[in-house]
């Protein structure tokens, strides 16, 4: 009887340690959740899962990207315009200050992988993420108004876009 007691609480220790963890922004940024992550749910909704094949979008200033870094293990190093569109697997998500960060396999052409702050990165478009933001979203809204002001489409399609574009414009 011991001995099947002994081995429940162990399995169940070993259930512990192994967990999978998902944090979202909210726990993150008020750190309620540290360290290594197998998901994280950002700002916006979108969730990241260690295994997950990512996009990086456009730097900020055009030239290197200012949130996505070549991770050597002992320094940072830049990731330049060239990476722009380039896809990359999520290896590691990990929660440190009130930030969390992605480490990434290496894009094509590069020596190491990524390391990015995930949600400086969404906020000004070096991630590209399939959750809209809201200057995508009056972007698009202006587009379909502009097909139906050229009567390409009629004012029924045009409000379901316009109902489900809303939620994201701020």
Do not use: C
């Not at 380039?86 to 990990?94: E, G, L, T, Y």
């Not at 200050?97 to 190491?112: C, H, I, S």
């Not at 009629?154 to 379901?160: K, R, V």
């Amino acid at each position: 009887m011991q001995k099947i007691i002994i081995t429940i609480a162990l399995q169940f220790v070993v259930m512990v340690l192994i967990a999978q963890t998902t944090a979202t922004f909210e726990d993150v940024s008020t750190k309620k959740t540290k360290g290594k992550l197998d998901g994280y749910i950002a700002k916006n909704g979108e969730l990241f899962k260690v295994g997950d094949i990512i996009t990086l979008g456009n730097p900020v200033n055009g030239g290197n990207f200012q949130f996505a870094f070549q991770f050597t293990g002992l320094s940072y190093e830049p990731v330049f315009n060239n990476a722009i569109n380039h896809q990359v697997q999520i290896k590691r998500i990990k929660a440190r200050g009130k930030m969390a960060f992605l480490y990434t396999t290496k894009p094509d052409g590069y020596v190491y992988g990524l390391m990015i702050n995930t949600e400086l990165a969404i906020s000004q478009g070096e991630l590209q993420t399939s959750i809209l933001s809201s200057d995508q979203a009056l972007e698009e809204l202006k587009k379909w108004k502009d097909e139906l002001d050229l009567e390409y489409i009629n004012q029924e399609e045009y409000d379901s876009k316009k109902a489900e574009l809303l939620k994201y414009i701020k």
